[in-house]
């Protein structure tokens, strides 16, 4: 089994997924105040059992 470096390049992104930036992006374009929201999650029936 060989081993092999990995270098990463570039500035850590902060939000899990490209998901964030694009939502994050959204909200400043349309100057959403996202501040006072609640969050809900949302669950499909058959993920509770």
């Known amino acids: 089994?060989?081993?092999s470096v990995?270098?990463?390049?570039?500035?850590?992104?902060k939000y899990v997924s490209?998901?964030?930036l694009k939502l994050?992006?959204?909200l400043r374009n349309f100057?959403?105040?996202?501040?006072?929201w609640k969050c809900?999650?949302?669950v499909l029936p058959q993920?509770?059992?």
């Open 1 to 3: 089994m060989s081993e």
């Open 6 to 13: 990995l270098e990463l390049k570039g500035e850590p992104l």
């Open 18 to 20: 490209r998901g964030g």
């Open 24 to 26: 994050e992006g959204a």
């Open 31 to 36: 100057e959403v105040d996202a501040t006072v």
């Open 40 to 42: 809900l999650m949302w």
């Open 47 to 49: 993920a509770v059992q």
